[in-house]
């Protein structure tokens, strides 16, 4: 009997590996790299940057062009 609880979720099963693609929230987007604490992800044509750090979330990176 459950008591009216719902079951527990089963965990993603998602590779994350460089060249991989995953769902982050309703997103889905590359992995293009890791970083000390996360992954750094683009879109499908790689027109939009981001960066991943479990717990924390999802934040656009900021692109800096060396000159």
């Known amino acids: 009997m459950n008591y009216g609880h719902q079951a527990a979720r089963k965990p993603a099963q998602q590779v994350w590996a460089i060249g991989e693609q995953v769902k982050v929230g309703f997103l ?3 992995i293009v790299g890791k970083t000390g ?3 750094k ?3 499908k044509d790689a027109t939009k940057h ?4 479990p ?3 999802l934040f656009a ?3 800096q062009v060396a000159a």
């Not at 981001?50 to 750090?53: C, L």
């Open 37 to 39: 604490r996360g992954w």
């Open 61 to 63: 990176a900021s692109q």
């Open 41 to 43: 992800l683009t879109n």
């Open 28 to 30: 889905s987007l590359r």
């Open 50 to 53: 981001y960066e991943f750090e």
């Open 55 to 57: 717990h924390i979330g």
